[in-house]
Nanobody, 123 residues
Framework: VQLQASGGGLVQAGGSLRLSCTASRRTSSNNAVGWFRQAPGKERECVVVISWSGTSTYYADSVKGRFTIARDNAKGTVYLQMNSLKPEDTAVYSC?????????????????WGQGTLVTVSS
């Protein structure tokens, strides 16, 4: 399974972006999807996770109230709406599919990874 993240770009602080993560095909097990980000010189961190059904989500404290995750399983796509962006949100954002319908915040929970998309927030 290949995952493709898109939608990154340059935006001013306070602006919005919507990232998309599209799977090349459906897997045999329904997968939760997580978005991770890595800023220069920092460790990769989990930003948001959505279960296969979409009924369970996890948001890092740093993005609660600003980011919203959603998925359309018919299209094989997960969306990350990012509002009120801050310069500290600048990072490469990657999506990943978990081993099963639920995923945690650890990278060890994820088996399929896509190439990242760069988000740059200027002050």
């Amino acid at each position: 399974v290949q995952l493709q993240a898109s939608g990154g770009g340059l935006v001013q602080a306070g602006g919005s972006l919507r990232l998309s993560c599209t799977a090349s095909r459906r897997t045999s097990s329904n997968n939760a999807v997580g978005w991770f980000r890595q800023a220069p010189g920092k460790e990769r961190e989990c930003v948001v996770v959505i279960s296969w059904s979409g009924t369970s989500t996890y948001y890092a404290d740093s993005v609660k109230g600003r980011f919203t995750i959603a998925r359309d399983n018919a299209k094989g796509t997960v969306y990350l709406q990012m509002n009120s962006l801050k310069p500290e949100d600048t990072a490469v954002y990657s999506c990943a599919a978990a081993r099963g319908p639920y995923g945690g915040s650890s990278v060890l929970d994820y088996i399929y990874w896509g190439q990242g998309t760069l988000v740059t927030v200027s002050s």
